[in-house]
């Protein structure tokens, strides 16, 4: 965008070096940055700019749901394509795991959330007793929504617009990444 026109300051840049342990594994250490490298890199950047990818942090974990559970923008591509009910099932799912093996939730709220697989969706008061308290507070407002008016839409909308467009800008910012991607691919990183 032309209208975009920050400057950035970067202090104590280090370099990564990686060398071979004796034992055959290789180590990472930091080292000062020589001028040259420095200026290579700026020279890089002003030639061929720099893509903007969305991270983690607004399209979830990378991996497939049986790995990492769902994605912010699993749910945002449902509610899309006005698939409200995939959309809670998707909130209902939840995480699984996040780096790791480590489990992203309770077991608590685990069970919780199998309750919601084995009862079909179908019991929404069942599943915000098994919720404890003070958590999942998304999928307490959505079972509310579901108990109090019966229509999956409707319960969506229990939530905070924002929320519910974050989850659609996550989305966005996937379709974002694979066009990023393509273009490189097809056009070079100019």
């Known amino acids: 965008l032309l209208g975009n026109t920050f400057e950035i300051i970067v202090r104590d840049i280090k370099a990564v070096v990686l060398h071979t342990s004796s034992d055959g594994r290789v ?3 930091f080292a000062d940055c020589q001028p040259s490298q420095i200026e290579d890199r700026v020279k890089c950047l002003r030639r061929t700019g720099f893509v903007n990818f969305a991270g983690e942090q607004r ?18 591509r449902a509610m899309l394509q006005s698939d409200f009910t995939m959309a809670i099932d998707l909130l209902m799912r939840g995480r699984i795991k996040g780096r790791g093996d480590e489990f992203a939730e309770s077991e608590e709220i685990r069970k919780a959330r199998a309750l919601w697989k084995e009862t079909g969706g179908s019991d929404p008061s069942a599943v915000l007793k098994a919720i404890p308290r003070g958590f999942l507070d998304r ?14 839409l409707a319960a969506i909308r229990c939530l905070h617009h924002g929320i519910r467009m974050f989850w659609i800008n996550s ?7 694979q066009m990023a ?3 490189i691919k097809r056009l070079g990183p100019q």
């Open 27 to 29: 180590l990472e250490e």
């Open 59 to 76: 399209v979830g974990i990378a991996g497939d749901e049986k790995t990492v559970g769902v994605r912010p923008f699993d749910i945002g």
């Open 171 to 177: 989305y966005q910012s996937v379709v974002w990444n």
């Open 139 to 152: 999928e307490r407002s959505v079972l509310k929504g579901l108990k109090r008016y019966g229509e999956p």
């Open 181 to 183: 991607s393509e273009r």
